[in-house]
């Protein structure tokens, strides 16, 4: 049965931080606040939790989870380099509403779906979610509720959907603005502005002057909107990885998908029309 903690609480909250970290290293799901709506997580380096993950979700591993982080030092581990664009967002926007997609390092030990190479990443500013985060490090984190259903921006509205398929909720109380994180991709030629969320591009420009969106990008409008890249009505705290072509324009070569030698492949959150899991 679900343990259910009032992060409001103070002596719930140090216990709920507690069994969530304990809840994240058995490779159980967790769901926890977010600055955008809830998300529901697992350890991204246990193939068995993120599977569980999807499963609990309805989702498939074409669309790759995203990564929340709790420190931006995290994000060094995660990847062969920082390039300077990635600095100046992140020291701009993060922690916020700003997914990241980027070519990860292929040594590391972790299945989060079918990403080719590339992860979503971002940094939340919620104090309990970053509290999480500190203990657990990385987790695979996509919006808490089931595909196709709303998005979850009271715990209770995740439990309705997810049940028992979690062992831990957190309840920070309701997502007071859950519009989803912006996404930007940094694997192409230029720095492209995937899905325009809670920051808009002109604050993005102002840190990317050349930034570019694709026609038909659109901004996020709330919960409503896709947060997770997996479908409409699924905003989340996630971006992932819907496949894309790489530099050059061609499709990317699965033998070389996680080299950083190798053309970019794809993009999720976050949450599931193209953009990078989320949130």
């Not at 409001?8 to 304990?22: E, L, V």
């Not at 030990?109 to 979610?129: F, K, Q």
Request: charged content about 20%; proline content about 10%.
């Amino acid at each position: 049965m679900s343990e259910w903690y009032d992060m409001a609480d103070t002596g719930q909250r140090a216990a709920g931080i507690d069994a969530a970290h304990q809840a994240v290293q058995s490779g159980e799901l967790v769901v926890l606040p977010t600055d955008t709506v809830y998300g529901i997580g697992a350890d991204a380096f246990s193939p068995g939790a993120v599977r569980a993950l999807l499963g609990a979700k309805g989702r498939g591993r074409d669309m790759p989870v995203p990564v929340l982080i709790g420190a931006r030092q995290t994000l060094d581990g995660l990847v062969y380099g920082v390039p300077k664009v990635v600095e100046d967002l992140v020291e701009a926007f993060w922690p916020g509403g700003l997914t990241i997609i980027i070519r990860h390092a292929a040594s590391l030990a972790w299945d989060i779906g079918e990403s080719r190479g590339t992860v979503g990443v971002r940094m939340p500013s919620h104090p309990a979610a970053l509290e999480l985060l500190s203990r657990t490090g990385p987790m695979a984190v996509s919006s808490a509720n089931r595909t196709g259903q709303p998005p979850a921006t009271t715990a209770a509205q995740a439990r309705d959907q997810l049940g028992d398929d979690v062992a831990v909720y957190l309840d920070g109380g309701p997502c007071t603005e859950p519009v989803p994180s912006t996404i930007v991709d940094v694997t192409g030629r230029v720095v492209t502005a995937r899905r325009v969320g809670s920051l808009s591009l002109a604050r993005l420009r102002e840190v990317v002057p050349d930034i570019v969106a694709p026609p038909g990008t659109e901004p996020a409008a709330g919960p409503g909107t896709d947060e997770s890249g997996e479908d409409a009505g699924d905003p989340g705290p996630d971006a992932g990885s819907p496949t894309r072509t790489g530099r050059d324009g061609t499709a990317p070569n699965p033998a070389t998908a996680g080299d950083p030698a190798s053309t970019a492949p794809t993009v999720d959150p976050a949450p599931e029309t193209p953009t990078a899991g989320g949130r």
